[in-house]
């Protein structure tokens, strides 16, 4: 793929930062750079890497089966189906989810045996993963198959400018959708949010942009302590000194959910207060 222009030139000062990744038992450790890129060069960058297409896709996740002879077609998930339903605690805690993609092996048997999809997919909650007949519900080789079904799923609720377009903490606020916390009946959070943790934390930045309000109630109407905590930011000060926005640009910290499936980074007003967005272009998130 050839870029051109100021994409290319952010491409090679990207470059020129000298991120360097070390391979250390499987896992990734970024140096991050000293200095940042003003916000321009960064949604530049922005545009050219995944998550990038019609909103409508963000937040499917392709699920291939292993490579073997006879194999099915891959799975497209919905998040957005299963999200106006569940909250992401439900999958990615309770029914053992992995929250990074491909680490979780899904399989027929265990399934079958009510683990990961087969917990809901029993006939009773949701069509069953033993009969055969419903299998292109799920599996599917046509990635646009889901549009027409989301475009119907989307119609009443809530609009935003990025993502697949839907303000879900809006929905939320509205009655529009009342996703469940737990599988268990009558079940409501699992633990309370300390009093010191309801207010915003204030964090400051050392790059050329505005500092950074985080929510933990915000996060914790969709999520549980250990979603995060120690995995993707370990508590202690020296495992987040390689926070960056290079870092979660990559996937890590804040971009393991917010490249691929919660409002994506280059919605900036939403975590920096006193910034601008700058709306890409042609439907693309």
């Known amino acids: 793929m050839m870029f051109k222009g100021p994409v290319r030139r952010s491409l090679r000062r990207l470059c020129a930062l000298a991120v360097v990744v070390f391979l250390c038992g499987g896992g990734l450790i970024w140096i991050a750079p000293s200095w940042s890129m003003d916000r321009y060069e960064l949604m530049q960058i922005l545009r050219t890497i995944p998550p990038n297409g019609p909103v409508e896709h963000y937040g499917n996740t392709k699920l291939r089966p292993p490579p073997k002879k006879g194999t099915m077609d891959p799975v497209y998930f919905p998040h957005w ?6 909250d992401c605690r439900v999958c990615h805690l309770e029914l053992r989810f992995s929250i990074y993609k491909g680490e979780t092996r899904i399989t027929r048997k265990r ?5 990961y999809c087969g917990a809901c997919h029993n006939g009773k909650t949701a069509f069953t993963v033993r009969d055969k007949a419903q299998c292109v519900r799920c599996h599917n080789r046509d990635k646009y198959a889901l549009d027409e079904a989301f475009a119907e799923f989307a119609e ?12 879900w903490a809006q929905a939320v606020n509205n009655g529009d959708i009342d996703p469940v916390h737990s599988l268990e009946p009558g079940a409501g959070p699992v633990m309370q949010l300390p009093e010191k943790l309801k207010k915003p934390l204030e964090l400051g930045t050392t790059a050329p942009r505005s500092g950074i309000l985080f929510s933990h109630e915000d996060h914790m109407g969709w999520l549980d302590c250990s979603n995060c905590h120690p995995d993707i930011f370990d508590i202690q000060k ?16 804040c971009g393991v959910c917010h490249m ?7 919605d900036c007003h939403r975590c920096h207060p006193e910034m601008k967005n700058h709306k890409v272009s042609g439907g693309s998130y």
């Not at 009443?156 to 303000?167: K, M, Q, S, T």
């Not at 870092?247 to 890590?252: A, C, H, P, V």
Request: overall charge negative; glycine content about 10%; proline content about 4%.
């Open 260 to 266: 691929r499936t919660a409002f994506p980074m280059s």
């Open 156 to 167: 009443d609720l809530p609009e935003a400018d990025f993502g697949n377009g839907i303000d």
């Open 81 to 86: 189906r299963h999200r106006a339903q569940y």
């Open 238 to 253: 020296e495992g987040t000194q390689y926070f960056s926005m290079a870092s979660n640009i990559y996937g890590q910290f």
């Open 111 to 115: 399934n079958l045996a009510g683990k």
